[in-house]
Nanobody, 127 residues
Framework: QVRLAESGGGLVQAGDSLSLSCAVS????????MAWFRQAPGKEREFVGR??????????DIADSVKGRFTISRDNAKNTVYLQMNSLKFEDTAVYYCAANLNLGLITKSAVGYSYWGQGTQVTVSS
């Protein structure tokens, strides 16, 4: 069983930075594909980025809506994935979720492709 636990959310001002963590248990990071999604009130869950395994190492893919401001990284020793968010905007306000799938051949931006989810952490950006 894979368990994911996000942390690091909070209330910040526009222009600030925030780092979210996703602690993974039950599997090592090298055996799962990980992604971040977010969901704002009244909106569908939105892909933010993913970190997946490739033959040459790892691939990081960031959504166009946050590219240049958000980055994803991981610490294999801590079995933790991070979402670094810089230059936050009001429209980044949402509940942020990390997600995992065990099929390393399934590399997707769709939420339905991920079987395991954290409980979510709220990020609120004041304008």
């Amino acid at each position: 069983q894979v368990r994911l636990a996000e942390s690091g959310g909070g209330l910040v001002q526009a222009g600030d930075s925030l780092s979210l963590s996703c602690a993974v248990s039950g599997r090592t990071l090298t055996s799962v594909n990980m992604a971040w999604f977010r969901q704002a009130p009244g909106k569908e869950r939105e892909f933010v980025g993913r970190i997946t395994r490739s033959a040459g190492g790892i691939i990081i893919d960031i959504a166009d809506s946050v590219k240049g401001r958000f980055t994803i990284s991981r610490d294999n020793a801590k079995n933790t994935v991070y979402l670094q968010m810089n230059s936050l905007k009001f429209e980044d306000t949402a509940v942020y979720y990390c997600a995992a799938n065990l099929n390393l051949g399934l590399i997707t931006k769709s939420a339905v492709g991920y079987s395991y989810w954290g409980q979510g952490t709220q990020v609120t950006v004041s304008s």
